[in-house]
Every structure is written in structure tokens, then in C-alpha cells.
């Protein structure tokens, strides 16, 4: 089945330790996104990469940092630099066809706690 | 600059009852409007789009929306709430001329039974 997988599903760090979340996609799609999901608030962008080797900060960069050296792999790493690191994490792709309709598909998140 | 307001955080209906989940846009050019939903722990989902093609968008599980260009609405409705309609809902629009979607706070819908 073609889909996204982010692993893992749970993750608990201890403060000031960098973490790497898994994203990774088999639909052949150009773009990957990286997105954080806080209680009551909507979903805030991250980074996101249209094409490999190639990514642009989205609007809270800030302590996250990502490379996309594969297609179908984009790893958003939380450094100890972020300082409210505890959320919900979604990754999505979608294909860049040139229309910006193209549509998000998004994976079943990391939910990350910083203890 | 696009932006989307999703009006009430929570809504409760009555299994069987009409669901009607708010979103107004603001956008200086036509907008590409979405709706998503989230079950608990879970990723989001595409239910519709809005492109331009048709101002009545229907999706999955029943959903459509209707856009309204006077009131800058994307309202989302369903005829008929089931149980399994309980999640959480997002509006999202395109920002700009980007791919990068914009969304809303969410509405957690409560499905009573």
C-alpha cells in the first residue's frame, strides 16, 4: 500500500537532547512537509522540501533542522535548542505538478514528550 | 496575506442530526480552500477541496461544502451526524501563491448519542 510512515508513534526525551523523527513515503512525491500540532491550535508549518537536496524553513524553524538526501526520506531532527519541543509531530507529502492544488497527504504523527 | 477563522472550537449534535462546521477565509486572490479531519492520535485526512470548479464541493463520509464568495465562507455540512463522525476538523487555505497550506484552529465535533 502506497502511504507515509513516521515512526516512532511515541517518543520521550530528556531535556537537552537532540531527537530525529523518521518520515518516509512510497508515493513518488516531490514535496515533503514537516508540521507541529499543539493543543487547540491549528497545524504550523516546520520546514518543507519541494525537490531532494532542497528544503526551505517554514514559519517556526526555529531549533528544528531536516535534510533530504532521498526522495521518500525527509527526517525532521528536535535540537535541544527548541525550547518547547513537546507536541504533536505530522509529516505530509504531496506531488508538484505545478498546480497549487496539489494535495497534502499527511502520515499518523510522533507524538514527542520532552520529560 | 490568506488566512482562515474557524468559528467555535467544539460543537455537539445529536446522532442524526445536521452537523454544520464553520470556516471563513480571508484571501486577496481566489482562494484553494480544504477540509481536513483528525481522529484522535491519528494523522490528518482530506474530506474536500475547493478549486474553483464548482462552488457545492462534495467529499468523503458524506461531507460537502458549499463556497460562498459574498460572505467568504467554506462552511462544512452533513445531512445526517453518525458516532463516527466524532473527530476534529481543520479548514485550510493555500498562502498565496505557494504550496504551503495555512489552517485553521480546529472544531472537535461531539457526536451525542
Known amino acids: 500500500d502506497g502511504g507515509i510512515t513516521q515512526s516512532p508513534k511515541y517518543l520521550f526525551r530528556k531535556e537537552g537532547q537532540n531527537v530525529t523523527l523518521s518520515c518516509e513515503q512510497n508515493l513518488n512525491h516531490d514535496a515533503m512537509y514537516w508540521y507541529r500540532q499543539d493543543p487547540g491550535q491549528g497545524l504550523r508549518l516546520i520546514y518543507y522540501s519541494q525537490i531532494v537536496n532542497d528544503f526551505q524553513k517554514g514559519d517556526i524553524a526555529e531549533g528544528y533542522s531536516v535534510s533530504r538526501e532521498k526522495k521518500e526520506s525527509f527526517p525532521l531532527t528536535v535540537t535541544s535548542a527548541q525550547k518547547n519541543p513537546t507536541a504533536f509531530y505530522l509529516c505530509a507529502s504531496s506531488t508538484q505538478e505545478g498546480e497549487a492544488t496539489d494535495t497534502q497527504y499527511f502520515g499518523p504523527g510522533t507524538r514527542l514528550t520532552v520529560l | ?113
Open chain 2, 1 to 113: 496575506a490568506q488566512s482562515v477563522t474557524q468559528l467555535g472550537s467544539h460543537v455537539s449534535v445529536s446522532e442524526g442530526a445536521l452537523v454544520l462546521l464553520r470556516c471563513n477565509y480571508s484571501s486577496s486572490v481566489p482562494p484553494y480552500l480544504f477540509w481536513y479531519v483528525q481522529y484522535p492520535n491519528q494523522g490528518l485526512q482530506l474530506l474536500l477541496k475547493y478549486t474553483s470548479a464548482a462552488t457545492l464541493v462534495k467529499g468523503i463520509n458524506g461531507f460537502e461544502a458549499e463556497f460562498k464568495k459574498s460572505e467568504t465562507s467554506f462552511h462544512l455540512t452533513k445531512p445526517s451526524a453518525h458516532m463516527s463522525d466524532a473527530a476534529e476538523y481543520f479548514c485550510a487555505v493555500i498562502k498565496d501563491s505557494s504550496y504551503k497550506l495555512i489552517f485553521g484552529s480546529g472544531t472537535r465535533l461531539l457526536v451525542r448519542p
